[in-house]
T-cell receptor, first 113, second 111 residues
Framework: NAGVMQNPRHLVRRRGQEARLRCSPMKGHSHVYWYRQLPEEGLKFMVYLQKENIIDESGMPKERFSAEFPKEGPSILRIQQVVRGDSAAYFC???????????FGSGTRLTVV | ELKVEQNPLFLSMQEGKNYTIYCNYSTTSDRLYWYRQDPGKSLESLFVLLSNGAVKQEGRLMASLDTKARLSTLHITAAVHDLSATYFCAVDPNTGNQFYFGTGTSLTVIP
């Protein structure tokens, strides 16, 4: 079992560009969560998805951020028109069931220059 | 919003010493998780505590949960350098939607 796979590991974008972060959950896991970690801080929830459905996006900024988890393929976190404040580590986690522990991916470190 | 506070935020301790990290949270929950994060790495699950009075031990680390006091502790016994990392607690408020993470405790074990 390959675990939760995130790519890319590191991503550099100029201000105003788009960033696409990918997450393939563990085999058999249909629940995907995205968290953001700012430098020297804990993780903050962004969005919770199941296949083809957004269950809870209460942690997502209202503008420029979107997430999807299509029937086929990885979950995508998309950030449009990135700004310096978007620089952070973005972690994806997956779970086979609700109210079950997470397995985290290795994260994508986004740097906006 | 559920608040999760850890203390201390920074901890420097000598090898061989004992210490406790505290995790307080602001709402009722009987599910609490401890994670370890090495610099630039992902989060590694250490303990899952699912009921009041739960105690789990692995090597030099022991975690406990008191749901009435809304408090979890992570006790380090006879610290070694390999334990240097940042430790996070995370509370699951039983909604199934998200965990609330503490701010982390950065532990440095000095030889």
């Amino acid at each position: 079992n390959a675990g939760v796979m995130q790519n890319p590991r590191h991503l550099v974008r100029r201000r105003g560009q788009e960033a696409r972060l990918r997450c393939s959950p563990m085999k058999g896991h249909s629940h995907v969560y995205w968290y953001r970690q700012l430098p020297e801080e804990g993780l903050k929830f962004m969005v919770y998805l199941q296949k083809e459905n957004i269950i809870d996006e209460s942690g997502m900024p209202k503008e420029r951020f979107s997430a999807e988890f299509p029937k086929e393929g990885p979950s995508i976190l998309r950030i449009q028109q990135v700004v310096r404040g978007d620089s952070a580590a973005y972690f994806c986690a997956s779970s086979p069931l609700v109210n079950y522990g997470y397995t985290f991916g290795s994260g994508t470190r986004l740097t906006v220059v | 919003e559920l608040k999760v506070e850890q203390n201390p935020l920074f901890l420097s301790m000598q090898e061989g010493k004992n210490y406790t990290i505290y995790c307080n949270y602001s709402t009722t929950s009987d599910r609490l998780y401890w994670y370890r994060q090495d610099p630039g790495k992902s989060l590694e699950s250490l303990f899952v505590l699912l009921s009041n009075g739960a105690v789990k031990q692995e090597g030099r680390l022991m975690a406990s949960l008191d749901t009435k006091a809304r408090l979890s502790t992570l006790h380090i016994t006879a610290a070694v350098h390999d334990l240097s990392a940042t430790y996070f607690c995370a509370v699951d408020p039983n909604t199934g939607n998200q965990f609330y993470f503490g701010t982390g405790t950065s532990l440095t074990v000095i030889p």
